[in-house]
């Protein structure tokens, strides 16, 4: 606060806060003719009402000269906890492997929220689990997805991560899709027609039409046929 002195004399006076978030850290003051006062006047905004306040008559100037008014307003911008996803799909995931998909932790208000992200099934895992986001910042979580835990009929589970604050609470879904191999074979029957005899060969063609590998084995079931090589991935 800036306080001239206009006159003509010595300026005397003290500054009062009449707000419960409003301190001054040394109100007295004096100047002379033409001279500037500054005064330091402090808000707190854990003392200020979560409505916010507008006062007419928040600080009281007296001096030797008279009293006068100064207004103050204040509004509070609060946390605000925001989630991204709403949900974490891990897309395609081959069972037996370890997948992984990332949470994203914004405050979209000001101040600080701090909180952690707590796994509720054995078969995620959060790092880092604890958080602090400045004002409109944000964070991101890496979360992992054990598939070798994971029951092979589950496709999804509702409410499997929780991220507590004290801004809020939010419970995020997680889902996946289960990587199945395909096979396509080609052709369906070997022609072999009439031959001489002695060795003959065809090709078989092997293609994985699905997401996974696929793995297998051909096995002849007739004495007079072998196959090369007879595993396949």
């Known amino acids: 606060l800036r306080i001239r002195n206009t006159g003509s004399g010595m300026l005397v006076g003290e500054v009062e806060s009449r707000l419960p978030w409003l301190t001054i850290e040394e109100g007295r003051f004096a100047?002379?003719?033409?001279e500037v006062a500054d005064v330091r006047v402090l808000a707190s905004g854990k003392r200020v009402p979560v409505e916010g306040e507008r006062a007419p008559r928040?600080?009281?100037?007296v001096t030797n000269r008279g009293d006068a008014w100064v207004a103050a307003t204040a509004s509070l911008i609060v946390p605000t906890l925001a989630i991204q996803p709403a949900a974490l799909d891990f897309g395609q995931v081959v069972r037996g492997e370890t997948a992984s998909s990332?949470?994203?932790?914004?405050?979209?208000?000001?101040?600080?929220?701090?909180?952690?992200?707590?796994?509720?099934?054995?078969?995620?895992?959060?790092?880092?689990?604890?958080f602090r986001v400045g004002a409109e910042g944000t964070?991101?979580?890496?979360?992992?997805?054990?598939s070798d835990l994971?029951?092979?009929?589950?496709?999804?589970?509702?409410?499997?991560?929780?991220?507590?604050?004290?801004?809020?609470?939010?419970k995020v879904p997680v889902r996946w899709r289960w990587a199945e191999p395909g096979a396509a074979i080609t052709p369906q029957a070997l022609e072999w027609g009439e031959r001489a005899r002695g060795l003959a060969e065809m090709a078989l063609t092997i293609t994985n039409t699905g997401t996974a590998t696929l793995e297998g084995r051909l096995i002849a079931h007739a004495p007079w046929l072998s196959v090369q090589p007879a595993a396949f991935a």
């Open 31 to 34: 100047c002379g003719p033409g």
């Open 58 to 61: 928040a600080l009281r100037i």
């Open 102 to 130: 990332e949470l994203v932790i914004a405050n979209q208000g000001g101040g600080l929220i701090a909180g952690e992200v707590k796994s509720a099934v054995p078969w995620l895992s959060v790092v880092p689990e604890q």
């Open 139 to 146: 964070q991101t979580v890496r979360v992992r997805l054990r």
């Open 150 to 170: 994971v029951p092979r009929s589950m496709l999804e589970a509702a409410a499997a991560l929780v991220v507590d604050s004290d801004a809020g609470q939010f």
